[in-house]
């Protein structure tokens, strides 16, 4: 095993790529990871898009491959849901309270847009 860091420059032929927690990859080193895959080799990435780490302003790769590579015949994608954790079964209510306050927060984000927009148009 090599860290992220160290894989530049080298080609993974024959082998089993596993690339855990991508969601905090840049953009940059997803497709740096992705372009090392080699002859005979499988690669499985996983990551949970709801746990990045990166700082503000900063694209997860994970995110951006899920974007970029949907329509890419040998690529699949698999995700899993809050019905899917196997933890303590107060663990899949937490992560339902977490996307639910992140959809009312991205529609009141999406409200507040709408009014200044409104607010501005109506200066002019």
């Given amino acids: ?46 990551g949970d898009v709801t746990q990045i780490d990166l700082p503000r302003n900063t694209k997860s790769g994970l995110r951006h491959a ?3 590579l ?3 015949e ?12 196997v933890r303590h079964p107060v663990v899949a209510r937490i992560v339902n309270a977490y ?8 529609k009141r984000k999406a409200a507040l847009a709408a009014e200044r927009k409104r607010e501005e148009q109506e200066q002019k």
Avoid: C
Wanted: aromatic content about 12%.
């Fill in 1 to 46: 095993s090599a860290p992220l860091a160290y894989m530049r420059g080298r080609t993974l032929n024959d082998a089993f790529i596993i690339l855990d927690e991508s969601q905090n990859t840049t953009i940059e080193q997803m497709k740096m990871f992705l372009t090392r895959i080699g002859f005979n080799s499988k690669a499985v990435i996983t």
């Fill in 66 to 68: 899920i974007e970029v």
């Fill in 70 to 72: 949907a329509d890419v």
């Fill in 74 to 85: 040998e690529i699949s994608f698999n995700f899993f849901h809050s019905e899917d954790v």
């Fill in 99 to 106: 996307e639910a306050w992140e959809e009312a927060e991205q």
